[in-house]
């Protein structure tokens, strides 16, 4: 049922609207002309993304959890929104230089992290993959794990320098992205990879290990260049790093719903996409310096959404300290325009000069894992002062998040409401990612006029007291929604003492999202969640992976 369930969605996702530009999965009706052409980057001014100022008059929430990370599914609401933060694994870093080919031969640096590149789960065999930099941008190497924290060096015995090191002109690349394309119906591309060598270069691969011969190069671009699939429009979209003046490092976009094909000239052929804003100047003390740029930007689709990972360079200069590069989080609902309510670093530099993640920490190629009740983001981090040929050089560091633990909503033993806006649905059960053990929730479903539809009241409600990332809310009397099916109706939730996540409506018992799944995790067997409990393991006790 939840194949077919899935397919109906597809269908729906490629439709269009009969007057107009493409209508999205979510009620969004993007303009004819796309993508978007700017005169200029909105350095000064940050632009609202138009579906905030003009959302659909009915949301369709059929395609994952529903995240409140801005005010895009809200219509009222008395709760307070809170921001939240991941903790660094105790075991960070999780993933270092070890042998002598992670070493360069001439600054004698030792460096085994992503520069993007890629950590992903495989369904296929059940394993974890890390694609990494090694030896401060001569090679990339390979690793898996079985839990995502214990990493292993496997002997590929397709290598020229290292035992595990990819056949893949190894010498001197810089940035580089991998991506496992579970939507590929051809086995021998099932990877797919792009990175820059004098120029930017993409190949495929069937196993992430050996890769063919270059497909060529998409366009004209500058070394940190990344690229993604959003798989809500079906389209490969190039984050390509260039540069203006009173901006600095910025990012230009193309987008092709075929991987491995000459796409532009000149970068600045493409539209003008992100740049670190005025809003990112406000930093703490050790921060403040000339006005920041955005590194580069990372994206991957995680349930209803696309998530960004901004790296940004905070342009200051401490002596031997590498470059002061951090993450923060962007959260878009069309693909395009990003929203970025949270500014605080998400993955921090330290301020110990001894700590992997001195300075220079970036984002993974596949944004996180969904592991569970959490979620695992992995990042490099250097040390690589030049004054120790000892130093840590470049890690692998993991941050770990409550799953959909971006935002919450929040109430006090008071209590309050929420009333979403116009909302359709083709799923028949409503679920919940709760933390309110000691508080309590309860749902009711309006109609057009803002009327309790009987049964589905709040006092009819069976109220919540649960901490757990996947509950199901339920009626007495009444089995599921499935009256509601296809009908535009608001929910509206009453909150005491807790935090309210997400919501979403499932087609079945499971209470699979039908979401996206960024990078994976165990029990998923694609880039969707079409499995719900299979993949869940219930709330975390552990307190260091509570929210902040």
Partial sequence: MVQRFATLVT????????????????????????????????????????????????????????????DFLIEESTLTRSYHQPSWHPESPVFKPETDWERHRNRNIPFAAPFSDGVWYDPRDRTFKMWYLAATGVFTGYATSEDGVRWTRPKLGVARWGDNLLNIEPVQRDSSTV??????????????????????????????????????????????????????????????????????????????????????????????????DRLDRVKPVEYVGECPDLYNLDATPYESLMLGLFSI??????????????????????????????????????????????????????????????????????????????????????????RDGFASLDANETGGTLTTRPLSFSGKRLFVNLDAPQGELRVEVLDADGKPIAPFTG??????????????????????????????????????SGRLYSFWVSPVESGASLGYVAAGGPGFTSNRDTVGTAADKGPSERSDLKSK
Avoid at 48 to 60: A, E, G, M, T
Avoid at 188 to 199: L, N
Avoid at 473 to 493: H, S, Y
Wanted: contains cysteine.
């Fill in 11 to 70: 269908v729906l996702l490629a439709t269009r609207a009969a007057l107009g530009g493409e209508l999205l999965y979510n009620g969004i009706e993007l303009p004819d002309n796309w993508p978007p052409r700017a005169e200029s980057f909105a350095r000064e001014q940050p632009v609202l993304p138009p579906y905030l100022s003009s959302p659909p008059k009915v949301i369709r929430i059929d395609v994952g959890r529903q995240l409140f990370v801005d």
């Fill in 179 to 276: 991506w496992l394309d579970l939507e590929e119906t051809d086995p021998a591309r099932r990877f797919k990879m792009m990175y820059y060598r004098a120029g930017l270069q993409m190949r495929v691969s069937p196993d992430g290990i050996t890769w063919s011969e270059s497909l060529g190069a998409p366009g004209g671009s500058s070394d940190r260049s990344t690229f993604f699939y959003n798989p809500f429009r079906k389209v490969w979209v190039y984050s390509i790093r260039g540069g203006e003046r009173n901006v600095g490092r910025c990012r230009f976009y193309g987008e092709s719903p075929k991987f491995g094909v000459p796409l532009w000239g000149h970068f600045r052929e493409l539209p003008r996409w992100a740049c670190a």
């Fill in 313 to 402: 360079h905070a342009k200051v200069t401490e002596g031997d300290r590498p470059k002061i590069n951090y993450v923060t989080l962007g959260y878009s609902r069309d693909g395009f325009h990003w929203h970025r309510p949270d500014r605080r670093p998400f993955l921090d530099v330290s301020s110990d000069k001894d700590s992997w993640n001195y300075g220079n920490v970036q984002s993974a190629g596949g944004g996180c894992l969904v592991m569970g009740d959490k979620l695992y983001f992995y990042c490099s981090g250097r040390n690589s002062r030049r004054d120790k040929d000892d130093g840590t050089g470049g890690s692998t560091g993991l941050a770990l998040l409550r």
């Fill in 459 to 496: 006092d009819n409600c069976q109220p919540l007291s649960v901490d757990a990332t996947l509950r199901e809310v339920r009626w007495q009397g009444v089995p599921d929604l499935a009256t509601l099916m296809g009908k535009p109706v608001r929910i509206r939730f009453h909150l005491k």
